[in-house]
Each structure stands twice: as C-alpha cells, then as structure tokens.
C-alpha cells in the first residue's frame, strides 16, 4: 500500500481532515488539481464564512485558528432577520453574557491559508497538486486513484473531498439528491461610512433577498441572492451604478456605501449525497452535503464531519483495526447523516417559504418570525444551539445559523 489514507481535493474539507488524522502514525495523501501556490496563497473569493462555536473550537484544536490574524476576525454579536417589506425582526443576541458572539465571520481564503500552513508542517501528510484523479476503484483490500498523469496510487481509504459536484463521488456510484435554486449569489465587500454594531442582517424580500455580514471596521460582506437571469446585468454594472444600485436597496442606515474589490457570483445549487461511505470509500465537506449559504452551514458540517470520521478512524487504531472496515465507515455514516439530513431539508424549506411570494406564504412567513420571537423557549433553543460549544459526537444537530440580511426598505 502506498499511503493508509488518499484524499481527493484539497479545498478547506480536505485539508482539515488530513490535519485532523496528522497526529496518528497514518501516511495520507492530499491530491489537488490546483497549483501548489494556490493553496500556499490562495486567493480572495468573496465567500465570509460564519462559523458557529463547535467549529472554533475545532479550528483550535487543529491550530488553524492561531494561524488567522486576529484582525481578520469578526464577531457577529446579534442577528435580525426580517421579512418582505415590514419592518418587524426576529432578532438573535447572545444567549449568555459569557459568550462574546453568536458566531465569527472570517475569510474563506484565510481559513484555506490557516488549514494549508497546519498541514504543511505535517511530515505524515504529502501533497500532490495541478494534477486531477480521473480514476478510482476500490475492493475489500484496498482502494487505488489514478491521476491525470496516469500515475496509480493505492491506499487503505480513499476519501473524496472535491467540491459538491464531486467527479469521483459520481465514479464510485454514489448518487446525490441536487436541488437548483435557480438563483445565484452575488458577494462582495463594501465599506460604509457608520459602524454596523457587529450586527448581522438577513432579509427575505420579495423578489430576492439580502445579507449584511459584519466585518472588522466600517465594512461589510454583502450577499445579493437574485434569480439568475437578472445577475449578468447587476455584474456588468459598472462601480458606481453598483454601489448606487445596493445603496438604494440598503438604505442610509450605514451612510454611503461603497464596493472594496471584486464581485463574485455563485450559482445556488444544494447537494446531498445518498450514502457517504462505500467499500473502503468516504465523502466528506461539500462532496457529502452541499448547503444553500443562507443558513451558513456548509463549511461548518465539513469541519464537523471531518472529525467525526477522524475520530472514528483514530478510534478503530486504538483497537488494532483496520481503518477501512466497514463498521468503522458505517459509524461516520450513520452519525454524520443525522446531523446533515435535518439541516439540509431544513434549510430547503426554509429557503423554500422565504421565496416562495403567494399571498399565503407570505403570511406564513410574517407568522413565522413572529411566533420564534415572543416564544421565548424556541428563541432561545434556535439561539443555545447556535452558539453550541460541545463534543461534536454527542451533539444534536445544530440549527439554521441566520445569515443576515437587511430589509432594503426597512429605512428608505
Ligand atoms: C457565497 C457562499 C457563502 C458561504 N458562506 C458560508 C458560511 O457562512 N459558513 C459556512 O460554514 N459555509 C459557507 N459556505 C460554504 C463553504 O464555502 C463550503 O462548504 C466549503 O468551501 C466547501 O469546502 P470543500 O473543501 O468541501 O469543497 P471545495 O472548496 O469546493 O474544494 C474542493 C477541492 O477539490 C479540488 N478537486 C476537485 N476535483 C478534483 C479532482 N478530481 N482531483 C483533485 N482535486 C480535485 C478542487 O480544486 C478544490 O480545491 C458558503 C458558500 C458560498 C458559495
């Protein structure tokens, strides 16, 4: 056998999962088919990913979250989301003094640097980059990949972390429920003259619907979410028309605003794969649950399905078993799916509701927001889990994190 463990794809899934196996004994391979400078330096995206406690807390066991400069780092201290044109909001604070925050928004690209640095510092860890695996199969005995360069590598394990479309998900005959929103997100920093407060803003209005994420300073990820036959003219604005465009659909409430950098789009298209393991075969990150952003849990149930496979496989080791059975796969399967299942239809159907413009579903919508806020218990259950900060093995499943997004018409 080559390595004990090959993983496919080396985005922020794949390398926090070969950072969570770097203290067993266990040789692994990353294989990447982007160059190796993309991973040492990788570039902005436009992606801010809210990340919940249980995943700071696992970015600190892994010593990623050292590695991000403090100054990158913002804290979300309360949410509001509202609906349609009202001004009413269902608004989330910190369920106890001790928390500083519901959660923390850092830099896609900066948590793909962190989790590069860690691994790279891992003598047990080899990459393989700017070549693709076309190939793979896998029997009782060991799994084998085959790279672009026509190159065979076998392993004990073979884990595919290669994105929600997942080419050799698809190979090893796995196949995924897919949902197409037929919207795309458009994403992009803004700086604004007044502070936001560390407030978070979601806003379902009609038509399409806006967040507002606090970064550090005067600036703020915005999120457009809009069908995606009216995103090519909202990109081919120029500066200007754009930030005039947003500012109209913001409002005053952060004076004038203004675009920092690029605009990224992403089409919305919500995987979930129907198995996640096979003979000596796993899928974790994206290529396993692919999330809609709007409840921010994507990366979130990568990093968390990531070590529930790591500890499963660290446990079989303690044992003196091998790390491919099938018992210890069917372990990670049946405790990571529990989790993902409620989260992903969860998020659909509310993702579902708050698009959804018939006059009945608009009042479903209204009533919605108002029973999760003078319900005290359900408020505060929505916000505890929110802001979980247990044993990922033993904890339920978290609930939708709300991505802010601000009602363009709740001050104009
Ligand atoms: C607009 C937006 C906002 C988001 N906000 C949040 C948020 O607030 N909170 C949150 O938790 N999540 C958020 N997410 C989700 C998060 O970005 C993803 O869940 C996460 O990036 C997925 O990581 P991954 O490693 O699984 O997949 P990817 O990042 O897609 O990486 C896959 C890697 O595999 C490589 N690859 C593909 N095929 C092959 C092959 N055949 N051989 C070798 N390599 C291959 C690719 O080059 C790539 O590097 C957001 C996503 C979007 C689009």
Redesign the pocket.
Known sequence: MDYDVII????????SFARSLAETKLRILL????PLASLKNPAED??????THL?VKLMKQLGAWDRVDADSISPIKTAKVLNGTSRYSLDFTRPTESLEALGY?IP?HLI?KAFYDEVATHKNIELITE????ELDTNNSFGSITLATGQTLTASLIVS????F???RRKMGISATMQDFSRT?I?CRMAHELSHQQTAFECFHYGKTMALLPMTGNLSSV?ITISNHKVEPILKMDDEQFNQQVQQWFGKQLGKISLVGKR?S?PLIAVHADKFISTRYAI????SV??H?VT???????LRGGHTLAGEIKQALSRGKDIGFQSVLKRYERKHMRVTKFLYHGTNHIVGLFTNETRPAKIIRSTALRIANNFPPIRHLITSKLTETGNADFLPPLPS?P?PFKNPLSRS
């Open positions: 496919i794809g080396a985005g922020p899934a794949g390398l294989v990447e088919k982007s436009g992606r801010e990913i809210a990340l995943s928004l896609n793909r070549t693709s695996v076309t972390s290669d994105s929600r997942s080419e050799t997100a994403v999120v990224h992403y974790v990150g994206d290529a692919g999330m952003p921010a849990h994507g990366f979130n149930l990568g994190l991505l």
